[in-house]
Each structure stands twice: as structure tokens, then as C-alpha cells.
């Protein structure tokens, strides 16, 4: 009998490579690879139009771009955000010279709480880096209302938030800034890449200035910018990636019903409810293991990893037990109860279009008797 193949977290969807030699004919043939050339800007309007935003800036990559969007609003001193996030949400902090202030979540979302960001704020607090977690919205409403109160500015972290809609409107015009990631394991990729969503064409402007080194023009230099341009070939592919997306999504939304179904009413293991009024990308499917099920969650990760399906645990560690920030005050584990407590019990199950039904129902059969 032949062994399964390793399952894992997530998979990259890549179209049929045929699809994609033109567009590499095009660029071999017009020896244009980076600096703004015709397939970036392709792709940038592209994505304007289908995420239903006014202006997008691509970056090579999303840490990046959440470096830029820092600096493209000046911020400085402290920001609050969220510990339940990959590390590049405050590692872009960290490279601005500005202090990470750890609040806590709400455990329905998994989001940064708005009524723990209030006591969080200082005399030297001037921005609040929300994350939207697993695609869920943020309270975005709540969020400005303290960013107005306090003269903040919000960036959005969107990482996990392409193409998310929130009644009908994408959930990337909320806020300053939003940042997107399109690395090979978000829904929408372009093997790597980013991207900032801004409001204004001032602001754009800035931004690309910021992402190439602060160049105006040949020989003037207005501000100390980075090197983030998305290469030509990377944008090329997103172009490509676009026409795929939406069945994409909604092979994703179809595992994420089987998993909902397979997964109710098991003791102890309780699946996340799906946001009201959420047109969601189903770009994770996580779990909470509680003390009701039949093994611990490090029990059913170890479970399913010894049949070769690889589970991971986002969020585990917390951003605040790393050690570059677990000396901070706000990183202790008493200001964070709720995020502990999801770190110790959230696992994200396997969902990517190319995972087969027959794969659903084994990891299903697996988390109904892991024992």
C-alpha cells in the first residue's frame, strides 16, 4: 500500500506553469526586472480594483512593508498592539526605534481587545498596530473611536486579510494604513511580496519613495528610504495568481464547512465561530483544545504529526515570551490572560485548495478519535 504524503499546514497554490512562461516571455523580452516596470503596475491597479481599495503600494515583501508604513507616518515612541501575532508585527517596531506596548486579546477574535488599549496609553503613545487575526476583523469601529479620542493613528496589520469584506466593504480601508502579505503560505501569493493600502494619493506617493531608497528622481533624495520594490516577476505572477483567486476561496470555504461539520459537538475541542457580516478568505482553520477533549493540544499536534499531518500552533510562543521582548513591562504574562490561554490552546488544522476531501476526513476521523 502506498504511504500518504506529508500533509501540511498549508500549501502554496501555484496555476498551471504553462500559464505562467508568457508573462516570463514578456519580461525576457523587454529586459525590464524591477523598479516600477509594466507588470507592477499591472498588478498594483489589478489589486485596487479587485480588493476595492484607492491606492496600493507592492513591497517585496510584507515585514517591509510594515517597516515603511511606520515610517511613512512618522510614528515614533510607543505603539500599542497585540502579543498573538507573528513576530514581525512588532520586529517592525523594533527596527523603527519605537517600543512594542503589549495589550490583550478578546478570546472570540483573537484580536487586540479594545477596552484593554484605554490604560495602555501614554504621553509618548502615538499609534495603536492592530492585527486582523486568522482574517477575522478587528473591532474597527472601536478602534478609531480611542484612535480619535487619543490623536493615534491606526496601521493594520492585514497580513492574514486579503480580499476579507466586512458588510460589503473591504476590511483594508479601515484605519491609516493597512499591510498586506502575499508570502507562499497567505491565500493570495506572489511567492513573496507585500503590500501597503493607503487612503490618499500624497500618501502613496510617499510610500514609494520610502520603498526606493527616497528617490524623487535621479539625483534627488528626499527622505532615508529602504530598498522594498516587488521585482517583475513576482508581480507578473500575482497577476497570474488573480485570475485563480476566487476559486481558490471558495475551495477553502468549502474545507473550512467540512471541517465545521466533521468537527461539532466533540468534548472539549471547540471551533471558532465565523464572523457576522464577514465575507471571510478562510485563510486558517484554527481549534481550541480544551480540558474536556481526550488529549492535551501539544497531545493532538504530537497525534496528527506522527501520522504526517502537520498542525501548527498559531500563535505559540506569544511574541512577548521571546526575549527581546519578555523584559518589557507590558509583556508579562499577567496583563495577557487571554492570550495565555490561546496560546496553550489553539491548534490550526491543514486547509489549502489542493487539500483533497478524502485528507478532510482523515484529519476530521483523527481529531474525533486522536486516541
Given at each position: 500500500m502506498k504511504k500518504a504524503a506529508p500533509i501540511y499546514v498549508t500549501q502554496p497554490y501555484l496555476p498551471p506553469l504553462a500559464e505562467f512562461m508568457p508573462y516570463l516571455e514578456q519580461i525576457w523580452d523587454n529586459k525590464v526586472l524591477t523598479n516600477g516596470g509594466p507588470f507592477h503596475q499591472q498588478l498594483e491597479q489589478a489589486l485596487c480594483e479587485y480588493l476595492g481599495v484607492e491606492h496600493l503600494a507592492l513591497f517585496s515583501n510584507g515585514t517591509l512593508a510594515l517597516m515603511t508604513a511606520l515610517q511613512a507616518l512618522r510614528i515614533t515612541g510607543e505603539v500599542i498592539t497585540t502579543p498573538y501575532s507573528f513576530?514581525?508585527?512588532?520586529?517592525?517596531?523594533?527596527?523603527?526605534?519605537?517600543?512594542?506596548?503589549?495589550?490583550?486579546i478578546d478570546p472570540a477574535t483573537f484580536n487586540l481587545d479594545p477596552a484593554r488599549i484605554?490604560?495602555?496609553?501614554?504621553?509618548?503613545?502615538?499609534?495603536?498596530?492592530p492585527v486582523h487575526c486568522y482574517g477575522y476583523p478587528c473591532d474597527v469601529d472601536a478602534i478609531q473611536k480611542i484612535a480619535d479620542n487619543y490623536n493615534l493613528k491606526v496601521i493594520y496589520d492585514a497580513a492574514h486579510a486579503f480580499g476579507v469584506k466586512v458588510d460589503g466593504n473591504s476590511l483594508l480601508n479601515f484605519g491609516d494604513l493597512s499591510v498586506l502579505s502575499f508570502h507562499a503560505t497567505k491565500v493570495f501569493n506572489t511567492?513573496?511580496?507585500?503590500a501597503i493600502i493607503c487612503k490618499d494619493a500624497t500618501t502613496k506617493t510617499r510610500i514609494d519613495r520610502l520603498k526606493n531608497f527616497g528617490f524623487v528622481n535621479e539625483t534627488t533624495v528626499v527622505a532615508p528610504g529602504i530598498n522594498g520594490k516587488m521585482s517583475e516577476i513576482n508581480a507578473a505572477f500575482g497577476l497570474l495568481q488573480l485570475q485563480h483567486i476566487d476559486q481558490a476561496l471558495q475551495r477553502r470555504q468549502a474545507i473550512d464547512r467540512a471541517y465545521r461539520a466533521g468537527l461539532a459537538g466533540i468534548p472539549g475541542l471547540q471551533v471558532?465561530?465565523?464572523?457576522?457580516?464577514?465575507?471571510?478568505?478562510?485563510?486558517y482553520f484554527p481549534i481550541l483544545i480544551g480540558p474536556e477533549y481526550a488529549l492535551s493540544r501539544d497531545g493532538l499536534y504530537d497525534a496528527l504529526k506522527q501520522q504526517e499531518i502537520y498542525a501548527r500552533r498559531y500563535f505559540y510562543p506569544l511574541i512577548t515570551d521571546f526575549p527581546m521582548y519578555r523584559s518589557l513591562p507590558s509583556a508579562h504574562a499577567d496583563n495577557l490572560p487571554m492570550a495565555t490561554i490561546a496560546a496553550a490552546q489553539v491548534l490550526c488544522l491543514p486547509i489549502?485548495?489542493?487539500?483533497?476531501?478524502?485528507?478532510?476526513?482523515r484529519i476530521i476521523a483523527l481529531c474525533r478519535k486522536p486516541v
Open positions: 513576530v514581525a508585527t512588532s520586529h517592525s517596531m523594533l527596527w523603527n526605534g519605537i517600543k512594542p506596548v503589549f495589550t490583550d484605554e490604560a495602555a496609553i501614554t504621553p509618548q503613545t502615538t499609534a495603536i498596530m511567492f513573496e511580496g507585500g471558532p465561530g465565523a464572523p457576522a457580516a464577514t465575507d471571510c478568505n478562510y485563510s489549502y485548495p489542493n487539500l483533497s476531501d478524502d485528507d478532510v476526513q
